[in-house]
């Protein structure tokens, strides 16, 4: 049994209404227009409508999955592929810098050819190419124990 408010409508049915609020300010409010086809919304729109207003974050949010819902919706019910809710941002730069392969085989080999007190470094390189081969950034390597390891 859901719980109810002190005016008798439940968690579920205030959700629908503040969503039911936001598309109604979504139709009187857009830029263009109420009558626009979905599809040949762009993404510069929608962030042009969010703009118009002083939104906190949570508003904010909130307003922005329930764009993304019309969005999701119009797709299920269209023959439709792209809209400006599917598109992401492509990063200019990646995260960080990855070397290829020979690079790769190149710094192991190193590691392998130094001399450490008199003895070779192939167990100090294991680590490291073990690593490397994982796919595994430092935080995932920094957080292996021992029983991460067959």
């Known amino acids: 049994m859901r719980p109810l408010h002190q005016d008798g409508a439940t968690p579920d049915s205030e959700n629908r209404n503040a969503k039911t609020r936001i598309v109604a300010k979504i139709k009187e409010h857009w830029p263009i227009g109420s009558l626009i086809q979905v599809a040949k919304i762009k ?7 969010l703009a118009r207003f002083r939104f906190g974050a949570a508003s904010r ?3 922005i999955q329930v764009v993304r819902d019309v969005f999701d919706l119009a797709l299920r019910h269209s023959d439709y592929s792209s809209f400006a809710c599917s598109t992401s941002k492509v990063r200019d ?22 001399q450490f007190n008199g003895h070779n470094a192939d167990d100090s390189a294991d680590f490291p190419e073990f690593i490397g081969l994982a796919g595994l950034g430092q ?12």
């Not at 935080?139 to 067959?150: F, K, P, Q, R, V």
């Open 61 to 63: 949010n909130i307003h």
């Open 139 to 150: 935080a995932e390597a920094s957080a292996l124990t021992w029983d991460d390891i067959d």
């Open 43 to 49: 993404p510069s729109e929608v962030d042009l409508w």
């Open 93 to 114: 730069k990646p995260i960080r810098k990855t070397p290829t392969i020979e690079q790769f085989n190149q710094i192991i080999g190193s590691i392998r050819s130094q």
